[in-house]
């Protein structure tokens, strides 16, 4: 039988070894998987080169092409998507910008005759630097996340698409909302046989709401129209406001607002909206529009590639689903 005094001692030498190994073991541990650097994978030197303009600052810098396609899948994607999406990510950023590359973009060139390609995703595809994604997810979201990028660029590494043996235009989007992609005839001008209407679904998180207001007078402002003008019991009533036509996946192709007519990416762009799958709703002086999805739908849908690669799909299927008629090819 032990006796008391020394049942006592045996508890804290018990306590002891806990705390011991909580210090010395568990903490170390929990703070380095927390804070501690992780071995940042590397990009190796690449004999394609990106003269690319930083529209913030105004500057020009080189860097290899998969260096570049890093930072445009961080800047266009949400980096927690599954890998086989970020990879889709990466062969149409790639595809873009090597078709730039061969055949100068005179929307760049106008700006600038030594760059190739803009950050500014209202001129090409967005793009950021390591310190800018430091900031966007944090150090411990910087480890993780800029190491799972680098590697769905390297396991596609020179992997493009074309159509007919030519890089095709990857034209992309956030989210069709769920109601499928649109051709590409529909938003405009030129019909192309590889950016045709898809199938998509399965991503509810993609397809939210969302609302604008506008005041009539706004809305005269912005559209060249007359509605401030009209009665207001001519703008309850179905003939000022009317949707005209429908695009083949049932967007908005054109409306007539009070007698004028103006086509559905027209009316997107000159208010701004996140869709041309859009509604709306007469208010006191105001019109409120509802859109679901984002963006101009055609090509590859974001969310809808998420949802594939959690369905089990790889990088190829969901771009061959996207991208109509395209093969798989590889820079030389
Ligand atoms: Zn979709």
């Given amino acids: 039988m032990l006796r008391r005094s020394q049942r006592k001692r045996i508890k804290l030498a ?3 070894i806990v705390a011991a190994v909580l210090v010395l073991v568990v903490l170390p541990w929990a703070l380095y998987s927390l804070f501690g650097e992780r071995e940042e994978l590397q990009i190796q030197e690449d004999t394609i080169r990106v003269q690319l303009l930083r529209h913030e600052s105004n500057k020009i810098i080189e860097l290899g092409l998969e260096e570049y396609i890093v930072g445009v899948v961080a800047a266009e994607m ?3 998507f599954p890998p086989e999406a970020l990879k889709a990510q990466a062969v149409a950023a790639r595809t873009y910008a090597v078709k730039r590359l061969q055949v100068p973009d005179p929307r760049i060139k106008k700006i600038s005759l030594q760059a190739d390609l803009s ?3 209202a001129i090409n595809q967005a793009w950021i ?3 800018e994604m430091k900031k966007r997810w944090g150090i411990t979201g910087y480890n993780t996340y800029r ?3 680098v590697s769905a660029v390297l396991e596609t590494r020179g992997q493009v698409l074309l ?5 095709i235009d990857p034209v992309y989007h956030a989210s069709c909302g769920g109601k499928g992609t649109e051709n590409s005839g529909e938003v405009w001008k030129y019909d192309i046989p590889y950016l045709q209407a898809v199938a998509c679904s399965g991503h509810p998180e993609g397809n939210k709401e969302a609302t604008a207001v506008f005041q009539l007078t706004e809305l005269d402002r912005r ?4 509605l401030a003008a009209l009665p207001a019991a001519k703008l309850t009533g179905n003939s000022s406001l009317k949707i005209n036509e429908k695009t083949v996946s049932g967007r908005v192709k054109s409306v007539s607002l009070a007698g004028k007519t103006i086509s559905g990416t027209e009316v997107r762009s000159k208010l701004g909206l996140s869709s041309t799958w859009f509604s709306w709703q007469m208010e006191k002086n105001a019109i409120k529009f509802t859109t679901i999805g984002y963006g101009h739908a055609v090509g590859m849908c974001q969310y809808g590639a998420k949802a594939l690669a959690m369905a089990g799909k790889n990088c190829e299927e969901i771009l061959l ?3 109509t008629g395209v093969t798989m090819g590889k820079v030389k």
């Fill in 147 to 149: 190491n799972k990028i």
């Fill in 129 to 131: 630097d390591n310190d």
């Fill in 78 to 80: 949400p980096a927690a």
């Fill in 321 to 323: 689903h996207y991208y």
């Fill in 163 to 167: 159509y007919g043996g030519q890089l």
């Fill in 223 to 226: 559209l060249g129209t007359q």
């Fill in 119 to 121: 950050s500014d995703p």
């Fill in 14 to 16: 018990v306590i002891y």
